[in-house]
């Protein structure tokens, strides 16, 4: 079935008469995740909150329109791992730059970029083109972020870690290996004392800080902890498409 609000599944007889408010883009990465997750799992996870968030909020009336992903992210930490791809930001501005060209000419002047990857930085990039193209109103959603991950699950961690494992045990389990072949995703901490209170950053080296590419034990993984919270991400998401939607963006504030 053909889902209107999908951009590579929808046609020119619908979109030719057609007003979109909202222009949704999912940016992932393609990258190791553990041993047991799809080097995909960033995709995966942003395509599919992409879209039933804007399936929520387009059954509420809501004009929004999801652009086919972006599949990689800024993966420079990790150039030693196999495979993983990295798109470097000066390459992410210059594909946001086109793309938002588009729709400023069009006539839709509101973008949200629904990040799905930790690497992908996107504010300074956001900074310079919103003041190129001042018509736009220009936003970045990282889901990750969006709920109280302690909430739906026992483990911390940001990567191939039991909130991911649980996803895709959800979103796509074909593709996760058997648990006997799960790391225990044990991170090795940075010996200076700043780099670990949040306040002082500098780029994890991957294959530094991981034996097997995970941060976080995925040991209490289900399929149904990963509906929950996909289904509680997709909620708060919709709403904030919504919002946006209807919002008169040169008045947004009180």
Same mark, same amino acid.
């Given at each position: 079935m053909?889902?209107p ?29 553990n ?6 799992t960033?995709i ?5 909150i ?7 909020a ?5 004009k929004?329109?999801?652009?086919p992903?972006i ?10 791992i ?6 470097n ?15 400023n ?12 990857h930790?690497?992908?930085?996107? %504010?300074?990039?956001? @900074? *310079?083109l =919103?003041l /190129?193209?001042?018509?736009m ?7 990750f ?8 699950f ?14 895709i045990l ?5 593709l996760?290996l ?25 780029e ?10 995970g941060?976080?034990?995925? %040991?209490?993984?289900? @399929? *149904?902890? =990963?509906? /929950? ?5 997709c909620?708060?998401m ?16 009180e």
């Open positions: 053909i889902r609000y999908i951009l590579a599944e929808t046609n020119w007889k619908h979109l030719k008469n057609e007003t979109i408010e909202l222009a949704v883009l999912p940016w992932g990465a393609t990258e190791a995740h041993y047991h997750l799809p080097y995909g960033d995966f996870e942003g395509e599919s992409a879209a039933e968030s804007a399936r929520i387009w059954d509420k009336g809501a929004v329109m999801v652009l992903s599949p990689f992210g800024v993966n420079t930490g990790q150039s030693d196999y495979l993983d791809i990295n798109l930001p000066s390459t992410q501005f210059s594909i946001l730059s086109d793309v938002i060209e588009v729709l000419r069009q006539g839709i002047y509101k973008l949200m970029v629904l990040n799905s930790g690497g992908n930085d996107l %504010k300074s990039i956001i @900074r *310079e =919103g /190129k193209y001042p018509k109103f220009l936003c970045i959603t990282n889901w972020k969006s709920l109280d991950k302690s909430i739906y026992e483990a911390s961690g940001d990567h191939a870690d039991e909130m991911e494992t649980s996803l959800y979103l796509k389990p074909e996760v058997p648990k006997a072949e799960w790391g225990d995703g044990k991170e090795k901490k940075n010996k200076i004392k700043g780099f670990s209170e949040d306040w002082a950053w500098t994890r080296p991957w294959s530094q800080i991981s034996e097997d590419t941060v976080g034990n995925p %040991k209490a993984s289900t @399929r *149904e902890k =990963g509906e /929950k919270f996909f289904n509680a991400v909620e708060k919709s709403r904030l498409m919504i919002d946006i939607s209807n919002a008169d963006t040169n008045n947004l504030y």
